[in-house]
């Protein structure tokens, strides 16, 4: 740094030294607003998580409070959603229900895509056998249905929701390792990895440092469409009566609950059950925009 150079100077320094970064920033978002598909699934998201967050404030029914006297009534201003069997607040158990989605989303997303990821990348840059073995165990899990497999591995868990995250989890990590591996056989074959090795850098070094940050891309793309399938299996094992159990309102089990008053009490079951297909539908356009977002093509 130059002697006397005043703080003006330093940060105009600062921005021009950014400026591609902004230049890029700035570019991003003009193609997420021209995508508009994308910005209904990223509302949709917001107002998902702004529910979990907010559930509180948003009523003041307690989600496994019971009152028989108020059992089985219909929609109307007292309760938005109207009250199931036991007469709880229909409204209150879906706001609720979103904490737990979001927090079977986070876990399962974290323990997946780093199971994934980190056998992707390893099968792909060290190849020979190292690739077979790995490539082979995965491609074990794929030879079954992910619902079957998981309903597998809860039965055998113990049905509760900390199992129904782990059995998603086991089933769901398949996905990253194959876009991982593809992404790591093409990184590794570049000249300025061939360097890097040349210059006496371990192999975790250039794994964390160089293949990692590029090739996971293609992995959060596919993280974010995943999301909405985590959301069907949860709610899938719960409705099975595999996952959270009661009392915990989990959005497939409320459903559950529901389903021998479907005709007569229709609200038990469909607002659930209507929360289950927005938000999934949100977490499908946000994948597709982020997708095109990040096509190179899209971006020239």
Known sequence: ?????????????????????????????????????????????????????????????????????????????????????????????????????????????????????????????????????????TDMFLAFPRLVLAMAFTAALGPNLTNTIIAISLVDWTVYARLARAEAMKVKSQPYIEAIRALGAKNTRIMALHVLPMSISPVIVQLTLRMGTIILTAAGLGFLGLGAQPPIPEWGAIVSDGRSYLVGQWWITTFPGLAIAVVVLGFNLLGDGIRDILDPRLRR
Request: net charge positive; glycine share 8%; aromatic share 12%.
């Open 1 to 137: 740094m130059v002697k006397g150079i005043t703080l003006k100077e330093r940060f105009r320094l600062f921005l021009e030294q950014r400026r591609p970064i902004i230049e890029d920033w700035k570019h991003t978002l003009y193609l997420w607003k021209s995508t508009p598909l994308a910005m209904i699934g990223t509302m949709i998201i917001l107002a998902f998580l702004g529910i979990a967050l907010f559930a509180p404030l948003l009523t003041s029914y307690d989600p496994i409070a019971q009152d028989l006297n108020n059992r089985l009534l219909p929609p109307s201003s007292q309760h938005l959603f109207g009250t199931d069997q036991y007469g709880r607040d229909v409204f209150s158990r879906v706001v609720y229900g979103a904490r737990v989605e979001v927090w079977i989303i986070f876990i399962v997303s974290i323990i997946s895509v780093g199971i994934g990821t980190l056998v992707g990348i390893t099968a792909g840059y060290f190849g020979g056998a190292v690739d077979e073995i790995l490539m082979r165990i």
